[in-house]
């Protein structure tokens, strides 16, 4: 497995990684914005997408979605049937872009399939897992392949996302970062935003977190 970091100079990109079986087949976490970037990418590689996965529905996690399928059609995208509402663009959710950006149809479509906690994915050798993990948003998920977990907005270097948004709640992402924490072997985390860290790194300050919201 190979793990690529393509990340956008957009104001709001998420990090976009591109995951690589030995067969130079890859599944994509979250393609937020300059979708150019993570097609040429892939392209100048050899390397052939075969899905999509979001670990959440906001915009600036799903924006070159449409881009990529364009360039590989029937390229198919996952979420949590959770957040697929995110992802249709009325004015209460519609992936959060019509509070920042004018015209919001790049955001919204319909996954092609279910991102769902015991259900494991397969890509050639790679076994990819799902926790559930609902507080920045109601289907937020974290993506297990190998000894890395793509964390989204849920944890990120001494921090979590955001709780204050539609369908976000503190005492779920409580939970799921206690779900983190209490993992029972360390992984890579690789977050949607910012730096990497570990688990074993963020033990410490999620216990902290949650020892001041008990």
Known sequence: MTITEIHAKHTFA?????????KNNAFVVDPGAEGENIIGFMKEH????????????????????????????GLPVYISPKDQELLEGDDKTGALARRFIRDNSPYVFT?????????????????????????HTRGSVCIFCGD??????????????????????FPEICDSLRRLRDLPRDYVVRPGHEEMSSIDEERGWIQSLLEQYP
């Open 148 to 169: 890395t977990v793509f964390t989204g907005d849920t944890l990120f270097r001494h921090d979590c996302g955001r709780t204050d948004l539609y369908g976000g709640s």
């Open 14 to 22: 998420a990090n976009c990684y591109v995951v690589r079986s030995e």
């Open 111 to 135: 996954a092609d399939g279910a991102l769902r906690e015991g259900e494991d994915l397969t890509l050639d050798e790679l076994t990819i897992r799902v926790m559930e993990t609902p507080g």
């Open 46 to 73: 050899g390397i052939t997408p075969r899905m999509i996965l979001l670990t959440h529905g906001h915009f600036d996690h799903v924006g070159a979605v449409k881009e990529l399928q364009a360039a590989w059609p």
